[in-house]
């Protein structure tokens, strides 16, 4: 998707090797007129799919899945990260190493919103080793729902999440795909 990429180009700020920020319009400060276009776009790549709902995780999933949501025409559910060691039975739990703190947390679906024969997109902001997809899908498959397969904004093609995932057989679609980046040479994309 060539507007976010230029975007990425323009505003992204590379920190060390392995991590790019882009607060000034996804992950602090949202432009929501480039969310609805990275909608569009999610919509026109799924559109040989039914879908009827999208799970994202909190936080900085939700901004994007809800403009997307306005093009799939289906609700929303986020994964909330618990702090909590005791889960209640009422929830779907997962366990997901944090790749910007380190951390592993268990995000949480209440039961209520996930169904057999629901048909559930996953949609995130950044792909990079690939847990916080694999615990999604771990909560969808608990359900007995079906996986359609994940929308990614940014995916770190250099990190291992997006070929161990496409090699499992979940489809991913990431609308921007990180070849390489330093802070001297800045960004490449994959094509
Ligand atoms: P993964 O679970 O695939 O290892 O990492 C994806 C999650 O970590 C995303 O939900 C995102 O919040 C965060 N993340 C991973 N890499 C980056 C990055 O380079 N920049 C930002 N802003 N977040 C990242």
Redesign the pocket.
Known sequence: MQLLKDRIRKDGKIRGT?????DSFL?HQMDVTLFDAIGAEFKRRFSDCEINKILT?EA??IGIACLAARHFSCPVVFAKKSQSSNISDEVFCAK?E???HGKVYNVIVSKEYLHPGDKVLLI??????????RGLASIVSQSGADLIGAGIVIE?AF?P?GDSLRASGMRVESLARVAAMSETDGITFVD
Not at 18 to 22: A, I, P, R, T
Not at 124 to 133: S, T, V
């Open positions: 392995e991590v790019l920020k882009v992950n995780i900085s999933g997901v944090s790749f910007t995130d902001d950044f792909l990079a080793n690939g847990e916080a997809l770190k990190q999440g």
